[in-house]
């Protein structure tokens, strides 16, 4: 991935998540733009570079914001890691694929920053059964919306060649 291409997804994925946390959330339910993000990279540069750019996604939105520094950071980088060994196992270029593992990955990253939470502040982050049910399912819809919208979104560039001769 090039340099300034990586630079404006990272800085359009901050300003993406602070706009529908800020500005389109309803009752607190808003999609995870950066777990969302974080797994397209994974699905299409693969694992290092998303964890990459889930760490330091994180450790910005952590910077940001008032909670625990560094848990979204942790958190973030681990579902990208667990992209990583997802990716090798399924097809994650489908935005159906895409929008299943979302589902999944939002319920383990909740889970995990709350354990994270637990761990070194004393209490579990919990937000309530709305969020925890809703959530995955919103944020499953807006990946798949997303991956429609990518160019190229249905094939990945190694196998590119051999669908279409």
């Known amino acids: 991935m090039k340099l300034i291409k990586g630079a404006a997804i990272f800085f359009f994925g901050l300003v993406g998540e602070w706009i529908f946390s800020r500005y389109l959330s309803f009752h607190g ?18 694992t290092p570079e998303a964890m990459v750019f889930g760490f330091f996604w994180g450790l910005c939105w952590d910077a940001l914001s008032l909670n625990l520094f560094g848990a979204r950071a ?12 997802v990716r ?33 502040s004393g ?12 959530e995955p399912v919103y944020n499953g819809i807006f990946c798949f919306i997303l991956a429609i919208l990518r160019p190229n979104s249905y094939f990945s560039s190694s196998r590119r060649g051999s669908i279409l001769s």
């Open 29 to 46: 339910l808003n999609p995870q733009i950066l777990l969302i993000l974080t797994i397209g990279v994974a699905a299409f540069n693969g």
């Open 74 to 85: 942790l958190a973030l980088t681990l579902v990208a890691y667990g992209l990583g060994l």
């Open 88 to 120: 090798r196992q399924v097809d994650m270029v489908t935005p159906g694929a895409q929008a299943i593992v979302a589902v999944i990955a939002t319920v383990l990253y909740r889970m995990l920053l709350g354990f994270i939470y637990l761990i070194f």
């Open 123 to 134: 209490q579990f982050l919990w937000l309530g059964w709305t969020i925890f049910l809703l």
